[in-house]
């Protein structure tokens, strides 16, 4: 299993426009890929990544790792209160040799962290289901999980009802340079 050492969030103010990720039709004219729209979302190739366009977020993940490199969604004005989903589930829409292989907790003082947290998609039960897929799911201590990664879902939650957020993500595996993505 991988361990995340560090995960990066950047956020901009969008000054409320409405960015929207643009899906791609159907068929890649390139390298004629046909692309199913599946029940989470669209999966797309992007480099030596799979692009999950779920709803109301983006995760790329790396199927070497096994998991999430980077993930982008907007955060808007807080206007739901679905309730978290409880459970944590494998996408069956997606290559089982590019996810974890069970969606069962860490343990060893680990959490399964979101990168998009729930409490941002709760607007939609849909997205909150989605959101505890385990392409978004990632091992991260419990220290951090619960103190700087939880501060910085809370001044997100706090500034959405300010002005809209694009909130960008990624995680640096590892301590290599040479092998970190750049969102």
Not at 105 to 114: C, F, K, L, S, V
Not at 120 to 136: F, G, K, V
Not at 137 to 146: A, E, G, K, Y
Request: net charge negative; charged share 20%; hydrophobic share 30%.
């Amino acid at each position: 299993m991988y361990y995340a050492v560090l995960s990066i969030i950047l956020l901009t103010i969008t000054a409320c426009s409405q960015i929207r990720p643009e899906l791609p039709s159907s068929r890649d004219t390139q390298s004629n890929t046909v692309f199913s729209a599946s029940k989470s979302g669209q999966i797309l190739p992007s480099g030596n990544l799979l692009q999950l366009n779920y709803e109301g977020f983006t995760v790329w993940l790396d199927c070497e790792k096994r998991g999430a490199i980077k993930f982008q969604y907007n955060a808007q004005h807080d206007t739901g209160n679905e309730a978290r989903a409880s459970d944590f589930k494998l996408d069956s829409n997606v290559p089982k040799e590019c996810q974890q292989t069970t969606a069962r907790a860490y343990g060893n003082n680990y959490d399964r962290g979101h990168q998009v947290p729930a409490n941002h998609l709760d607007y939609s039960p849909e997205a909150i289901r989605q959101s505890n897929y385990m392409t978004n799911i990632l091992p991260q201590t419990s220290q951090m999980n619960r103190g700087a990664w939880l501060l910085t879902e809370e001044i997100i939650e706090c500034y959405r009802d300010i002005d809209e957020l694009l909130v960008i993500g990624g995680v640096i595996w590892g301590d290599n340079p040479d092998d970190d993505y750049g969102c």
